[in-house]
């Protein structure tokens, strides 16, 4: 007798209950599985398979202690964690985050999420993610070293080029990196690419750094096309002043754009004149290399104003770009967003639309691009970070540029292929969804059930 497919409630309530407590997690499968449970109740292979169950489960999750010592000698202990989601179609891969806020629901959702990213870029990339509840905000540099080397003890028995390829995420750039990679290095005896995000003196790829920024905006530049619109002139509101949103931004003002608000976690600055390359530069110094505050900005330039507290979804935009953390943009600033004429949202960051907010979007029919498929320029460009180090080269700039942008535009057909509703519309969630699934699942019905 063929196996009935479950109803999203059943399979929603059965993964609350093994997960319990863990809300960004389950929040992040629902998402996935309501376009997708509806997807395998036409292809009985995958249901029968129990592909989707066998998917939002982990392959492992290892947890670690991890000691270290700060500037005044007070020992410190904090929980480093690797989710090691599935590696049907190549070896783990996914980022390291360090912040106060990280927990293991956290890094799962991530890793799941991560999975269909990956799968959606067509490289051979599983599915992880990883970090800790260290926040290395208003630590030394050297406090910061002591703490990676640490970190980098114990998660270096979990990886390898060929097993499992980290990289950086909020609170882990190139600083960073470097001294993970110092460490393995000397743990191992061996230079490999192990890490991705990597400096150009050591194996890091050009264009590593702006990839996500710049892919997000090829992205939306594809949705647009397709929309019979175009970026030039267009209005953006931008969350988030980290290494997503200030490169998205760099990417709007060469194109033409608008750039009208940043952000950080205390609040945000809208400057009605927009940013120019100037500012963005001033900016790019203040948060990527003195480690300031958004704030900051109003002093050093006038007519722009500081909303403390406040996220930027009120600003009157065309676009709206949230490249800060997850769920920042809820059903309110949706409605606001809405309610302003946006015309597309597309996510830098990973899942910072509520489902509420996305949900709303949907109806709406705005243009609206999941991050699954619009931030994965950055992974793609670690995938070809790998590929590099393997074959021991280093691609020119513009030649990556090239890759991102074919990359991107491949995403875009992908989901307009698997999104495309009868009305013709482009759901680009379900297609996301449904296209980034269908790689890792057939590959797993090729292995058995293992
Ligand atoms: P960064 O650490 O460089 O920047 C994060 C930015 O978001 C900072 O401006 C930070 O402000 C702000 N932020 C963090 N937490 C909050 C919060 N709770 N409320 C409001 N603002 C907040 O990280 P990235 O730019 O690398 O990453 C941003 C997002 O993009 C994340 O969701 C990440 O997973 C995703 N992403 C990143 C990729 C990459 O290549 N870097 C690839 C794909 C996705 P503050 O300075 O106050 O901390």
């Known amino acids: 007798m063929p196996k009935t497919?479950?109803?999203?409630?059943?399979?929603?309530?059965?993964?609350?209950?093994?997960?319990?407590?863990?809300?960004?997690?389950?929040?992040?499968?629902?998402?996935?599985?309501?376009?997708?449970?509806?997807?395998?109740?036409?292809?009985?292979?995958?249901?029968?398979?129990e592909i989707l169950r066998r998917i939002a489960e982990p392959d492992r999750?290892?947890?670690?202690?991890?000691?270290?010592?700060?500037?005044?000698?007070?020992?410190?202990?904090?929980?480093?964690w690797r989710v090691q989601n599935n590696n049907a179609v190549g070896p783990y891969k996914g980022g390291l985050r360090f912040s106060?806020?990280?927990?293991?629901?956290?890094?799962?959702?991530?890793?799941?999420?991560?999975?269909?990213?990956?799968?959606?870029?067509?490289?051979?990339?599983?599915?992880?993610?990883?970090?800790?509840?260290?926040n290395p905000k208003g630590k030394s540099d050297r406090e910061v070293m002591r703490f990676c080397q640490s970190f980098m003890s114990e998660l270096y028995r979990h990886i390898g080029p060929d097993t499992d390829v980290p990289a950086g995420d909020i609170g882990v750039g190139a600083r960073e990196i470097g001294y993970m990679f110092g460490q393995y290095k000397k743990l191992t005896g061996r230079w490999e690419g192990v890490l991705t995000g990597k400096a150009s003196e050591y194996g890091g790829s050009n264009l590593r750094t702006e990839a996500t920024g710049y892919g997000v905006v090829y992205f939306l530049r594809e949705m647009l096309e397709a929309a019979d619109e175009e970026l030039d002139g267009k209005s953006a509101v931008i969350s988030g002043s980290g290494n997503v949103a200030l490169h998205a931004a760099e990417k709007l003002i060469a194109?033409?754009?608008?750039?009208?608000?940043?952000?950080?976690?205390?609040?945000?600055?809208?400057?009605?004149?927009?940013?120019?390359?100037?500012?963005l530069e001033w900016v790019k110094g203040l948060k990527l290399e003195r480690r300031g505050r958004i704030s900051e900005y109003c002093e050093q330039f006038s007519g722009a104003d500081y909303h403390e507290g406040k996220a930027p979804w009120g600003v009157g935009c065309d676009i709206a770009l949230p490249c800060a953390t997850q769920n920042e943009l809820d059903k309110q600033a949706a409605k606001n967003l809405i309610g302003n004429q946006v015309k597309a949202v597309v996510e830098g960051a990973n899942m910072p639309s509520t489902t509420e907010a996305s949900d709303a979007f949907r109806e709406a029919g705005?243009?609206?691009?999941?991050?699954?498929?619009?931030?994965?320029?950055?992974?793609?460009?670690?995938?070809?970070?790998?590929?590099?180090?393997?074959?021991?080269?280093?691609?020119?700039?513009?030649?990556?540029?090239?890759?991102?942008?074919?990359?991107?535009q491949d995403i875009h057909r992908k989901c307009v292929?698997?999104?495309?509703?009868?009305?013709?519309?482009?759901?680009?969630?379900?297609?996301?969804?449904?296209?980034?699934?269908?790689?890792?699942?057939?590959?797993?019905?090729?292995?058995g059930v293992v």
């Open 61 to 80: 999750i290892v947890s670690f202690r991890v000691c270290w010592e700060d500037d005044k000698r007070n020992v410190r202990v904090e929980r480093g």
């Open 100 to 134: 106060g806020s990280v927990t293991e629901s956290v890094l799962k959702f991530l890793a799941f999420e991560q999975t269909f990213k990956n799968s959606l870029t067509g490289l051979p990339m599983g599915g992880a993610k990883g970090g800790s509840n260290f």
């Open 366 to 408: 705005i243009l609206f691009g999941p991050a699954k498929a619009a931030n994965a320029g950055g992974v793609a460009v670690s995938g070809l970070e790998m590929s590099q180090n393997s074959g021991r080269v280093s691609w020119e700039r513009d030649k990556l540029d090239g890759m991102l942008t074919e990359l991107m």
């Open 417 to 447: 292929e698997d999104g495309r509703n009868d009305e013709g519309a482009i759901d680009y969630v379900r297609g996301a969804n449904i296209a980034g699934f269908r790689k890792v699942a057939d590959a797993m019905l090729a292995f």
């Open 255 to 279: 194109e033409g754009a608008k750039v009208l608000t940043l952000s950080d976690s205390d609040g945000f600055i809208h400057d009605p004149d927009g940013l120019d390359e100037e500012k």
């Open 5 to 49: 497919v479950p109803d999203l409630r059943e399979f929603i309530e059965g993964v609350r209950e093994r997960n319990p407590g863990q809300e960004e997690f389950v929040q992040a499968v629902e998402d996935v599985a309501r376009d997708i449970i509806p997807f395998v109740a036409d292809n009985s292979r995958y249901h029968e398979a």
